[in-house]
């Protein structure tokens, strides 16, 4: 086949991976490039569909990349860290305002459910 064949079925390839994102059309638009490469250096059909079967042999590494990306950081950041944690209500929370101390900072809290309303907790006196 000729290379701008490859390179067509290339293009093709990669914007159908641009409309669905499932990284398998893109691992083809690769496969497809690297066979109008191949095909471009005047090597013959056998070649080319050597070529494009190792290049295809890419589609391996999908599903390792979908298990890669489902899984949940081992590491949570930021305001995602606070979640679970226990906070002391510093100011009443109502639906409209309210202020927390969550991991020794100060933080604006507001009730979920509107009706709720969450007291300020007591607080021990403190030694002087």
């Given at each position: 086949?000729?290379?701008?064949?490859?390179?067509?079925?290339?293009?093709?390839l990669?914007?159908?991976?641009?409309?669905?994102?499932?990284?398998?059309?893109?691992?083809?638009?690769?496969?497809?490039?690297?066979?109008?490469?191949?095909?471009?250096?005047?090597?013959?059909l056998?070649?080319?569909?050597?070529?494009?079967?190792?290049?295809?042999?890419?589609?391996i590494?999908?599903?390792i990349?979908?298990?890669?990306?489902?899984?949940?950081?081992l590491?949570?950041?930021?305001?995602?860290?606070l979640?679970?944690?226990?906070a002391e209500?510093?100011?009443?929370?109502t639906?409209?305002r309210?202020?927390?101390?969550?991991?020794?900072?100060?933080?604006?809290?507001?009730?979920?459910d509107e009706s709720l309303?969450?007291?300020?907790?007591?607080?021990?006196?403190?030694?002087?």
């Open positions: 086949m000729p290379w701008f064949v490859w390179l067509l079925a290339a293009a093709a990669g914007v159908a991976e641009f409309f669905t994102l499932t990284l398998v059309f893109g691992l083809l638009a690769g496969a497809a490039l690297v066979a109008a490469v191949v095909a471009g250096v005047g090597i013959g056998l070649g080319q569909l050597v070529a494009l079967a190792a290049a295809a042999g890419l589609v590494v999908r599903p990349a979908l298990r890669h990306m489902a899984q949940q950081p590491m949570r950041e930021g305001s995602d860290a979640i679970g944690k226990r209500v510093m100011q009443e929370a639906a409209t309210g202020l927390i101390k969550l991991s020794g900072e100060e933080w604006s809290a507001r009730a979920l309303v969450t007291e300020e907790a007591a607080r021990p006196p403190t030694r002087r």
